[in-house]
Structures are given as C-alpha cells and as structure tokens.
C-alpha cells in the first residue's frame, strides 16, 4: 500500500507537467487554425479581384488587380493582408522549434505587408523592359523578395530536423515545384519580360505558396492536437493508476 502510494505521488508531478503543457499548444493549434484561415480568406479575395479586376488577364501581373484605378483595389489589398497575417501566424506557430523557417516566414510575412501596403502604378511596370516609378520597385522588390522567402522557408522546414516528417515531406515537395517555377518567372521577366509566361508561372508560383502554406498550418493543427490527446491520455493513466 505505501508503495502504491509512493508511485502516485511520484506519478502526480509528471502528470502535472503534462497538463501545464497543453495549454501552450492549444494555442498553437488556434495560431495555425487562424493561419489557415487568413490564407484562405486572402487567396479568395486576391483571385476575385484578379478576375474581377480589369486587369490584361493572363498577360499581366497579379498586382495590377490592386492599382488606384481598379475598381477591386480594396479587395485585393485586404487579399494580400490576409495573406501577410497567414504567412506571420505559421511563422510564429514554427517558432523557435524550426527557428530558420519561422524567421523566414516572418519575413515573407512583413514585406507582404509591404506589398500590400505599396500600390504599383498602372501595369506594374518593372525594368528592364518597362520604366518603372519608385513605387513600382518597392511594390515589386517586395512581392518578388516576400515569395523567395516563403521558398526558401519550404527548404528550411525540409532540413529541419525539429519539423515532423509529414511537414518535412510536405514542404520538400512543394519546395521541388516552386524552385523551377521561382526560376522561370525571374528570367522571365529579366529576358522576356511582361506576358503570357510571366503571367501564368507567376500565378502557378503564388497558388503553391498558398496552397502549401493552408496545408502546413491544417498539418501543425493535426500534429498538435494528436499531442493534446497523448497528454490527456498519458494524465489519465497516471492518476487513475490502481494501487
């Protein structure tokens, strides 16, 4: 019987611990559920206003939805923050387990602000085929430096030996599609410049980062409550051990 007594009061601390930790990850689960949430709602209201916009279709960039002169400049700005917030919250959800791919994510996320925040002239004008306004190059130095970063965060989770095999195996696959396409669009328009290439790698480029951004945070929102439930199951055990 006092020995019994001795492994639960041993047992208790453990349990404790295990049940403080939760806590902390149940957050995490709200931060990746609001991540996935924000890129979502962002990527639908960037594609209305590319649609609905009055942009060239095809042949032009994504930002020209977002000019003074559309009509859907308000709804694709909200898009881009929406998608600023996604790239920011998945960031702080990595932190600081996979350091190097949450600063990176950070990162994307902030000069996404600054695209947003940015508004190009009419058709996005970048050099060296086009003369472009201070604005231009700022709006489109951080559009291009924000999904770089997001690429490089793919690999950075890939390498990361705290991400979990599924993550890493996600974002190894999504980083081995986005690097030719990361390719293809950066010579294009140093080579080729605005049109149908540019145009429809760019927006096969953005829909990867989204879509594997959705995918990582509902992966992270999977991973952690499968922790929570260890936990509980683990706390159970402890404290309902028979004498």
Known sequence: MADGSRTRGAAEPAGRTRQVAAPGIRTRIVVALAAAGCAVGGSVAVVVAVVAGPGPG???YVSEAGVAASSYATTFRLGIFGLAAALL???TVLWPAARLAAALLLTSGLLTVISGAV???DGCPLPPF???TVADLVHGGASIAAVAAAVLAMLAVLVSPAASRALRLLSGGAAAM????S????????LVGRGVLVGVVERLLLALVTLWVIAAATTAVI???TTVVVQHR???RLFHEPP
């Open 119 to 121: 508004t190009c002239s």
């Open 234 to 236: 683990s706390s159970s």
């Open 183 to 190: 390719a293809t669009v950066g010579l294009g328009i140093l």
């Open 89 to 91: 919250l998945l960031g």
């Open 130 to 132: 086009e003369r472009a």
């Open 58 to 60: 095809l042949t032009g």
């Open 178 to 181: 986005a690097l030719p396409l």
């Open 223 to 225: 991973q952690h409550r």
